[in-house]
């Protein structure tokens, strides 16, 4: 694994974090919205995460593992909304956007769990930023050895 490569990786790895960051603090921002441009409640966004460039065949993989297997980092695969997890019922008729029994439907997030996501993706934006000024370092370090 070449040097420059190590900084692709985990300038990747932080790109990629820091967008999370961005779709989590969206999802707290509307925690409350009831209507949107199309007229429904916000629905939580999911980041998911895949390897840049992932080997296809049998042999690409052998040839990679027997050459000194160097990595190519992570990228933003999609960006989706949770329908699997129910929207929030609450009882208020004199809300604007009540249903006819006085309820209103309201975004289907989760302070505490947005919390905790955003916790995780600082942390791994924190190590991914650690890796990189190692990288950095080291080669400051052999720059050095050099004069």
């Given at each position: 694994m070449s040097m420059f490569s190590a900084f692709d990786v985990t300038a990747s790895g932080l790109t990629a974090q820091r967008l999370r960051m961005d779709v989590i603090s969206?999802?707290?921002?509307?925690?409350?919205?009831?209507?949107?441009?199309?007229?429904?409640?916000?629905?939580?966004?999911?980041?998911?995460?895949?390897q840049k460039n992932p080997q296809q065949t049998f042999s690409q993989v052998l040839h990679n593992v027997s050459s000194g297997y160097s990595g190519s980092g992570v990228k933003v695969s999609q960006i989706f909304e949770d329908t699997t997890t129910e929207m929030n019922m609450v009882y208020d008729p004199s809300h604007p956007d009540a249903d006819e029994n006085g309820y209103v439907t309201y975004p289907n997030v989760n302070i505490v769990t947005e919390m905790t996501d955003l916790i995780d993706?600082?942390?791994?934006?924190?190590?991914?930023?650690?890796?990189?000024?190692?990288?950095?370092?080291?080669?400051?370090?052999?720059?050095?050895?050099?004069q």
């Open positions: 969206e999802n707290v921002a509307n925690a409350n919205t009831t209507r949107t441009e199309d007229g429904t409640p916000y629905r939580r966004k999911i980041v998911t995460f895949q993706a600082s942390r791994s934006y924190e190590a991914n930023s650690t890796a990189f000024n190692a990288s950095k370092s080291m080669a400051l370090k052999g720059l050095e050895i050099g």
